[in-house]
């Protein structure tokens, strides 16, 4: 067959092709042709290809090619697929035919080796024990590809010689290839398919099926014919005179002759071992041995040495004795080394004895042309003594009798006849190789995280306090419960770790941290141990708390609890919500182990850009709906559609972020119906609103609707809806118990569907939580499945379904999280782990992670980290730590350099999509040309009034940021639902800012700030004389926010508005837009929420010299993005301009002084009112109005 011809436009014209195919296509069969080439940097690769045939039938070829390209970049994603799968490196089309290009390294199919002239020594001598293993070890190797596969729920129905790789190294390499699976025919001329045993199943695919073809493939290569495998007259052991029973045992079960109790890929791969080892014990007895040519006698270096050591009783002569010298010599404890004396010497191998090191090379008979070989080494110099230890890289311990000590002149004569019949000395050289000294970058990547994950329990780990109990808890007076008095004590672990931290003593914290609102909001007890170890659960009680008080000079906490505590003087304790953050670490910790296996994520991690493929996806721009986007939009979804593995989607405040996800969700399942996608966010408030678009996209009735699932724990939420996980187990259950499917089952199953159904729906009327604690293993087993075949699962980043998706290897086509720039690095990973196709969506411009800013303080400082969790070890329980973070501290201990190298990874994996999206960017900024894009921003909004959005655009977007046009129409031209009187001859404007006077400057003004915890009772007046003058179009009902930066200044909102009722009476005209059905609301609530009008009291107002002090959260671009972004219609700030304005004078007469957004928005704000879309109205001026 000649060559193919390309020319300089088609996908292979910059391949070069200098040999004829391995295999021809026959698109009769969908079966592509195999074409070796070298790629444009030299390298070998082989061409997977299928010839066009026609219009009708290009159609299903393309979807064949399609579907192989989607299975590759799936596969990618499983842990070990580098390791057992060739991959893809390219993909493409042209008007000759489809391509994928693969990375077949040093390998080829293993059909190449079948019809070669001369074959390796392994496939012709297949009855040798070293052979054999060799065979089954790497028959191994394609089960665990083959049971990968399956773990996937993909049949590969192709297991035959061209779907195998190798080179036949030393080591096994065997690699699989051929998936086309979801189109394959059944191609009944295959190599292997004439010697199939006939079992009347040769066209079904199955699991099973992919066994058999893989036992018949095994049954080649060990020598077992297949006529003599299928005679089950014959015992196991009978059917070839070198294979043992276990091993015709194991083929007859893979080929499904006889019944076994299990058949898939971990008990075949459990029986593999077991046959690689019972031959490998039958080796060492007889021929395996590790062979040394010596060259002894007259002119012998090593005779010498003899001589020497000896103290010359041993003649240069005697041969003999100076072998049975050496033999005694090495009978005791010999090892083999790996020698470098300098550094920049190559290494060398020797073996050492108790007197004498023996220098090793490999074998050459003198008058052969062949290469040395290290199957027999040889040995012509020894020296004195053992080597120093610091020459020693490597070392391997040797059983004296795995070695055979041969003269140099007998090794020459039968080295011909023993090839293949010695363990080869390879082995051991690839045992002796150092360990890596230094950290590759995958370790790296990987210490970076665990680093993350060690710091935030280092931070839980702090508020673990330590606590004196005076007395034991007693009775109540009621009777029903325990009360029980505690007092802070100093532990001088805790405070050096609260010292590491930065943070404040434990016991000011505690009483802190017992007052704060946050914690009160918080569900769950306070819990009591007599162990600080964190994670710790050793008589742990719950408790309430009560209240606080002093008695000699000491404060004093009481609590109630249902349960008395453990008689002990010192005890620990533990927050609300602490549970919780456990949970989450337990998690965090699974993944980082999973991760460790996880190359290919590793490396895109490292460096996004370093692998772009081509998904050829299809996407038709001529479609109606389409054309409807804006321009950002169009771009977005071409860059996402087409782009694997990794995009980045920067949502600015309004630009539709969610509409674009459900249109890309409903084009892939218009594309492909059995797709799987998990959608997650960080929060539940995130997902139940991408959830509730989604419903929308396929609630129209038309088609199947893909299967949905919500995952979240089972708390009796009232927002639960109908596609929780139970909800839809039920569902499905009750169905598949009435269908045919059952009623032509057999009554065993029968009886247990029927019997599950009816036990689920007479729990129909329990509450969630309750209900899940009754549920059987069969229930949940149940539920599990229903998980692993939904089409579309919605859970947050770290939630428990999330992380039983990655225990049982489930893989999705796409992953996609919104609100990664919430989300920290280490939260992202749990669901980046599930697909090789992932989608990020996010603004960094808005709020940031929990925690962050102190987190980036400690990491830009890697001497205080290294304090930090060295201060921690000792503190987080042996529950807790893995292999990973073990490594972490020893590597703390060592006083590694490579640290602060460590602490940088670390801090951009702590803010991961800022750093990545950040960071591509920066590139298109600087490129000179065209690249790829893995990142884009959506740059035109539809939520804002123009107004609005102007000023958001040119805070914190840099005047990117536009308005639709059809929408600024509509908000130019459209009655506005409602009204605001502010008393001035001005119009009602979409931005009204309400001016107080600034307390340093207007003589005889007492108001402002007070503080500490934040508020202003002069903007909580000026807030109610807003909401007085505010009015509804009539029949209307707009939405209505209240929101301010500060906790204590919404609490002081919300009780001056529901003690006015009488005089804003007319709220009741306006929809609560803030959770819970409340009007007022911190920034942090609000976010991904919206209002028609929303009032922002801003607060601070005060005479401080320092910018930073002066303003406090004002300073925070990101949370002040939030607040004015919020807004539709009318936009209404609370706040003292004059003030802001000697914070800009003040700010820019100090070096390095960041005053955050305010300048801008200064002027954002003066542009505004000259355009007339401001209003800027005085305290005094709206209080004479209206109050």
Same mark, same amino acid.
């Given at each position: 067959?000649?060559?193919?011809?390309?020319?300089?436009?088609?996908?292979?014209?910059?391949?070069?092709?200098?040999?004829?195919?391995?295999?021809?296509?026959?698109?009769?069969?969908?079966?592509?042709?195999?074409?070796?080439?070298?790629?444009?940097?030299?390298?070998?690769?082989?061409?997977?290809?299928?010839?066009?045939?026609?219009?009708?039938?290009?159609?299903?070829?393309?979807?064949?090619?399609?579907?192989?390209?989607?299975?590759?970049?799936?596969?990618?994603?499983?842990?070990?697929?580098?390791?057992?799968?060739?991959?893809?490196?390219?993909?493409?089309?042209?008007?000759?035919?489809?391509?994928?290009?693969?990375?077949?390294?040093?390998?080829?199919?293993?059909?190449?080796?079948?019809?070669?002239?001369?074959?390796?020594?392994?496939?012709?001598?297949?009855?040798?024990?070293?052979?054999?293993?060799?065979?089954?070890?790497?028959?191994?190797?394609?089960?665990?590809?083959?049971?990968?596969?399956?773990?996937?729920?993909?049949?590969?129905?192709?297991?035959?010689?061209?779907?195998?790789?190798?080179?036949?190294?030393?080591?096994?390499?065997?690699?699989?290839?051929?998936?086309?699976?979801?189109?394959?025919?059944?191609?009944?001329?295959?190599?292997?398919?004439?010697?199939?045993? +006939?079992?009347?199943?040769?066209?079904?695919?199955?699991?099973?099926?992919?066994?058999?073809?893989?036992?018949?493939?095994?049954?080649?290569?060990?020598?077992?014919?297949?006529?003599?495998?299928?005679?089950?007259?014959?015992?196991?052991?009978?059917?070839?005179?070198?294979?043992?029973?276990?091993?015709?045992?194991?083929?007859?079960?893979?080929?499904?002759?006889?019944?076994?109790?299990?058949?898939?890929?971990?008990?075949?791969?459990?029986?593999?071992?077991?046959?690689?080892?019972?031959? +490998?014990?039958?080796?060492?007895?007889?021929?395996?041995?590790?062979?040394?040519?010596?060259?002894?006698?007259?002119?012998?270096?090593?005779?010498?040495?003899?001589?020497?050591?000896?103290?010359?009783?041993?003649?240069?002569?005697?041969?003999?004795?100076?072998?049975?010298?050496?033999?005694?010599?090495?009978?005791?404890?010999?090892?083999?080394?790996?020698?470098?004396?300098?550094?920049?010497?190559?290494?060398?191998?020797?073996?050492?004895?108790?007197?004498?090191?023996?220098?090793?090379?490999?074998?050459?008979?003198?008058?052969?042309?062949?290469?040395?070989?290290?199957?027999?080494?040889?040995?012509?110099?020894?020296?004195?003594?053992?080597?120093?230890?610091?020459?020693?890289?490597?070392?391997?311990?040797?059983?004296?009798?795995?070695?055979?000590?041969?003269?140099?002149?007998?090794?020459?004569?039968?080295?011909?006849?023993?090839?293949?019949?010695?363990? &080869?000395?390879?082995?051991?050289?690839?045992?002796?190789?150092?360990?890596?000294?230094?950290?590759?970058?995958?370790?790296?990547?990987?210490?970076?995280?665990?680093?993350?994950?060690?710091?935030?329990?280092?931070?839980?780990?702090?508020?673990?306090?330590?606590?004196?109990?005076?007395?034991?808890?007693?009775?109540?007076?009621?009777?029903?419960?325990?009360?029980?008095?505690?007092?802070?004590?100093?532990?001088?672990?805790?405070?050096?770790?609260?010292?590491?931290?930065?943070?404040?003593?434990?016991?000011?914290?505690?009483?802190?941290?017992?007052?704060?609102?946050?914690?009160?909001?918080?569900?769950?007890?306070?819990?009591?141990?007599?162990?600080?170890?964190?994670?710790?659960?050793?008589?742990?009680?719950?408790?309430?708390?009560?209240?606080?008080?002093?008695?000699?000079?000491?404060?004093?906490?009481?609590?109630?609890?249902?349960?008395?505590?453990?008689?002990?003087?010192?005890?620990?304790?533990?927050?609300?919500?602490?549970?919780?953050?456990?949970?989450?670490?337990?998690?965090?910790?699974?993944?980082?182990?999973?991760?460790?296996?996880?190359?290919?994520?590793?490396?895109?991690?490292?460096?996004? &850009?370093?692998?772009?493929?081509?998904?050829?996806?299809?996407?038709?721009?001529?479609?109606?709906?389409?054309?409807?986007?804006?321009?950002?939009?169009?771009?977005?979804?071409?860059?996402?559609?087409?782009?694997?593995?990794?995009?980045?989607?920067?949502?600015?405040?309004?630009?539709?972020?969610?509409?674009?996800?459900?249109?890309?969700?409903?084009?892939?399942?218009?594309?492909?119906?059995?797709?799987?996608?998990?959608?997650?966010?960080?929060?539940?408030?995130?997902?139940?609103?991408?959830?509730?678009?989604?419903?929308?996209?396929?609630?129209?009735?038309?088609?199947?609707?893909?299967?949905?699932?919500?995952?979240?724990?089972?708390?009796?939420?009232?927002?639960?809806?109908?596609?929780?996980?139970?909800?839809?187990?039920?569902?499905?259950?009750?169905?598949?118990?009435?269908?045919?499917?059952?009623?032509?089952?057999?009554?065993?199953?029968?009886?247990?569907?029927?019997?599950?159904?009816?036990?689920?729906?007479?729990?129909?009327?329990?509450?969630?939580?309750?209900?899940?604690?009754?549920?059987?293993?069969?229930?949940?087993?149940?539920?599990?499945?229903?998980?692993?075949?939904?089409?579309?699962?919605?859970?947050?980043?770290?939630?428990?379904?999330?992380? &039983?998706?990655?225990?049982?290897?489930?893989?999705?086509?796409?992953?996609?999280?919104?609100?990664?720039?919430?989300? +920290?690095?280490?939260?992202?990973?749990?669901?980046?782990?599930?697909?090789?196709?992932?989608?990020?969506?996010?603004?960094?411009?808005?709020?940031?992670?929990?925690?962050?800013?102190?987190?980036?303080?400690?990491?830009?400082?890697?001497?205080?980290?290294?304090?930090?969790?060295?201060?921690?070890?000792?503190?987080?329980?042996?529950?807790?730590?893995?292999?990973?973070?073990?490594?972490?501290?020893?590597?703390?201990?060592?006083?590694?350099?490579?640290?602060?190298?460590?602490?940088?990874?670390?801090?951009?994996?702590?803010?991961?999509?800022?750093?990545?999206?950040?960071?591509?960017?920066?590139?298109?900024?600087?490129?000179?040309?065209?690249?790829?894009?893995?990142?884009?921003?959506?740059?035109?909004?539809?939520?804002?009034?123009?107004?609005?959005?102007?000023?958001?655009?040119?805070?914190?977007?840099?005047?990117?940021?536009?308005?639709?046009?059809?929408?600024?129409?509509?908000?130019?031209?459209?009655?506005?639902?409602?009204?605001?009187?502010?008393?001035?001859?001005?119009?009602?404007?979409?931005?009204?800012?309400?001016?107080?006077?600034?307390?340093?400057?207007?003589?005889?003004?007492?108001?402002?700030?007070?503080?500490?915890?934040?508020?202003?009772?002069?903007?909580?007046?000026?807030?109610?004389?807003?909401?007085?003058?505010?009015?509804?179009?009539?029949?209307?009902?707009?939405?209505?926010?209240?929101?301010?930066?500060?906790?204590?200044?919404? &609490?002081?909102?919300?009780?001056?508005?529901?003690?006015?009722?009488?005089?804003?009476?007319?709220?009741?005209?306006?929809?609560?837009?803030?959770?819970?059905?409340?009007?007022?609301?911190?920034?942090?609530?609000?976010?991904?929420?919206?209002?028609?009008?929303?009032?922002?009291?801003?607060?601070?107002?005060?005479?401080?010299?320092?910018?930073?002090?002066?303003?406090?959260?004002?300073?925070?671009?990101?949370?002040?993005?939030?607040?004015?972004?919020?807004?539709?219609?009318?936009?209404?700030?609370?706040?003292?301009?004059?003030?802001?304005?000697?914070?800009?004078?003040?700010?820019?007469?100090?070096?390095?002084?960041?005053?955050?957004?305010?300048?801008?928005?200064?002027?954002?704000?003066?542009?505004?009112?000259?355009?007339?879309?401001?209003?800027?109205?005085?305290?005094?001026?709206?209080?004479?109005?209206?109050?």
């Amino acid at each position: 067959m000649a060559a193919r011809r390309i020319g300089s436009k088609s996908f292979l014209g910059a391949y070069r092709i200098e040999t004829d195919p391995l295999l021809g296509p026959k698109p009769a069969l969908g079966r592509p042709g195999l074409q070796p080439a070298l790629d444009p940097d030299g390298r070998s690769v082989l061409v997977k290809f299928w010839d066009r045939a026609g219009k009708g039938r290009d159609a299903d070829l393309e979807q064949i090619w399609r579907s192989e390209i989607r299975q590759l970049q799936r596969l990618a994603a499983v842990p070990r697929a580098e390791e057992l799968f060739v991959p893809m490196v390219a993909s493409g089309e042209d008007d000759q035919g489809f391509y994928l290009v693969l990375d077949p390294g040093q390998t080829s199919p293993l059909e190449v080796y079948r019809r070669g002239a001369s074959q390796p020594s392994v496939m012709t001598q297949y009855r040798l024990s070293r052979n054999r293993r060799r065979l089954w070890a790497n028959a191994k190797r394609a089960a665990e590809g083959l049971e990968l596969l399956h773990s996937q729920g993909v049949i590969h129905r192709n297991v035959d010689p061209w779907a195998i790789m190798t080179a036949f190294g030393d080591q096994p390499d065997f690699r699989m290839t051929g998936f086309e699976w979801s189109m394959r025919l059944a191609a009944a001329d295959l190599p292997l398919a004439g010697r199939e045993a +006939t079992d009347g199943r040769e066209n079904v695919a199955s699991f099973g099926r992919d066994w058999t073809n893989l036992g018949i493939l095994v049954a080649e290569l060990v020598g077992a014919p297949l006529n003599r495998v299928s005679d089950l007259r014959l015992v196991p052991s009978d059917i070839a005179e070198h294979l043992s029973a276990a091993e015709g045992k194991l083929l007859r079960s893979m080929m499904r002759l006889e019944t076994a109790e299990r058949l898939d890929g971990e008990e075949i791969c459990r029986r593999m071992d077991d046959v690689v080892l019972a031959i +490998t014990a039958e080796a060492a007895g007889r021929e395996a041995k590790s062979a040394i040519a010596l060259r002894l006698g007259r002119n012998s270096k090593v005779a010498e040495i003899v001589r020497g050591v000896s103290d010359n009783e041993i003649e240069i002569t005697d041969e003999q004795s100076q072998m049975e010298f050496i033999q005694a010599d090495l009978s005791a404890e010999p090892y083999f080394v790996r020698v470098r004396q300098k550094p920049d010497d190559e290494p060398s191998y020797a073996l050492l004895g108790q007197a004498m090191t023996y220098w090793l090379t490999p074998f050459r008979v003198a008058e052969s042309s062949d290469a040395a070989d290290w199957e027999f080494a040889t040995c012509e110099r020894a020296q004195r003594g053992r080597l120093p230890s610091d020459w020693i890289e490597g070392s391997v311990s040797l059983e004296w009798s795995s070695l055979d000590l041969v003269d140099s002149r007998a090794a020459r004569e039968s080295f011909p006849r023993r090839r293949g019949k010695v363990a &080869r000395w390879s082995d051991y050289i690839g045992q002796a190789e150092p360990k890596q000294a230094k950290k590759t970058d995958l370790d790296r990547m990987h210490g970076a995280f665990s680093l993350l994950l060690a710091l935030e329990m280092a931070y839980a780990a702090a508020d673990v306090f330590p606590v004196e109990v005076p007395a034991r808890s007693a009775r109540a007076p009621s009777g029903e419960s325990y009360t029980l008095t505690v007092s802070s004590r100093y532990d001088r672990a805790r405070a050096e770790l609260s010292d590491a931290l930065a943070l404040e003593a434990p016991a000011v914290r505690l009483t802190k941290m017992l007052e704060s609102d946050d914690l009160v909001q918080q569900e769950g007890s306070w819990i009591l141990t007599e162990t600080g170890e964190l994670g710790d659960h050793t008589d742990e009680t719950e408790w309430r708390f009560l209240d606080r008080s002093e008695a000699e000079a000491r404060e004093r906490l009481r609590f109630d609890g249902a349960s008395p505590a453990e008689a002990t003087s010192v005890a620990y304790l533990s927050p609300p919500g602490m549970a919780g953050q456990l949970a989450q670490f337990r998690r965090r910790r699974k993944a980082l182990k999973v991760l460790r296996e996880h190359t290919e994520l590793l490396r895109m991690l490292i460096d996004p &850009r370093s692998r772009i493929d081509d998904s050829h996806d299809p996407l038709n721009e001529k479609e109606a709906r389409f054309k409807e986007f804006d321009e950002s939009k169009k771009g977005a979804l071409r860059e996402i559609l087409s782009t694997v593995p990794l995009f980045f989607l920067q949502g600015p405040p309004g630009v539709g972020k969610t509409f674009l996800v459900g249109d890309i969700v409903k084009r892939r399942f218009e594309d492909d119906p059995s797709t799987r996608m998990l959608l997650s966010a960080q929060s539940n408030a995130a997902i139940d609103h991408l959830m509730k678009e989604i419903q929308s996209i396929f609630g129209d009735g038309s088609g199947v609707a893909p299967v949905m699932v919500r995952a979240r724990p089972a708390d009796d939420d009232p927002s639960d809806t109908d596609l929780e996980i139970d909800r839809q187990a039920d569902r499905h259950l009750q169905a598949l118990a009435k269908s045919q499917l059952v009623a032509e089952a057999s009554s065993g199953l029968q009886d247990k569907v029927i019997a599950l159904a009816r036990a689920r729906e007479e729990q129909q009327g329990v509450g969630r939580s309750k209900r899940r604690n009754r549920m059987n293993a069969e229930g949940r087993a149940f539920e599990g499945m229903i998980l692993r075949s939904a089409n579309l699962v919605f859970a947050t980043t770290n939630s428990a379904a999330v992380e &039983r998706l990655i225990e049982e290897r489930s893989l999705f086509d796409w992953t996609i999280v919104e609100e990664a720039g919430k989300a +920290t690095g280490g939260e992202l990973l749990s669901p980046l782990l599930l697909s090789y196709r992932r989608l990020m969506i996010g603004d960094h411009k808005q709020l940031p992670p929990y925690n962050v800013e102190r987190m980036t303080r400690l990491l830009s400082a890697p001497d205080k980290v290294k304090a930090a969790v060295g201060a921690a070890q000792e503190l987080i329980s042996r529950h807790l730590k893995d292999a990973g973070l073990d490594e972490l501290f020893d590597e703390i201990e060592d006083d590694s350099d490579d640290f602060g190298r460590l602490c940088s990874q670390t801090l951009s994996i702590l803010t991961m999509f800022e750093s990545m999206v950040e960071e591509e960017f920066a590139r298109k900024a600087k490129a000179r040309r065209e690249f790829r894009p893995i990142a884009r921003r959506l740059e035109e909004q539809y939520r804002m009034h123009p107004a609005i959005a102007k000023i958001v655009s040119d805070c914190f977007y840099g005047g990117d940021l536009s308005t639709n046009t059809k929408k600024a129409e509509e908000y130019r031209t459209r009655k506005p639902p409602l009204s605001l009187s502010t008393g001035g001859s001005a119009p009602d404007a979409p931005i009204v800012f309400v001016d107080m006077p600034f307390v340093r400057a207007t003589k005889g003004y007492r108001g402002g700030e007070k503080a500490p915890p934040w508020s202003n009772p002069d903007e909580v007046k000026a807030a109610l004389a807003v909401l007085t003058n505010l009015r509804a179009q009539e029949g209307l009902k707009p939405s209505l926010a209240v929101l301010s930066p500060y906790r204590e200044q919404v &609490r002081s909102l919300r009780d001056a508005i529901n003690a006015k009722t009488a005089g804003l009476a007319h709220l009741s005209s306006f929809k609560p837009a803030v959770g819970d059905g409340e009007f007022c609301g911190t920034v942090d609530s609000f976010q991904g929420d919206q209002a028609d009008i929303v009032l922002i009291s801003l607060v601070r107002n005060n005479g401080h010299g320092a910018p930073a002090k002066a303003l406090g959260f004002l300073r925070d671009n990101r949370r002040m993005n939030v607040l004015l972004s919020r807004a539709k219609w009318r936009l209404v700030m609370i706040g003292s301009l004059e003030f802001y304005r000697n914070v800009v004078d003040v700010a820019e007469g100090l070096p390095e002084s960041d005053i955050g957004f305010m300048k801008k928005f200064l002027g954002a704000l003066d542009a505004a009112k000259n355009d007339g879309d401001a209003q800027i109205v005085s305290w005094s001026q709206l209080r004479g109005g209206s109050v």
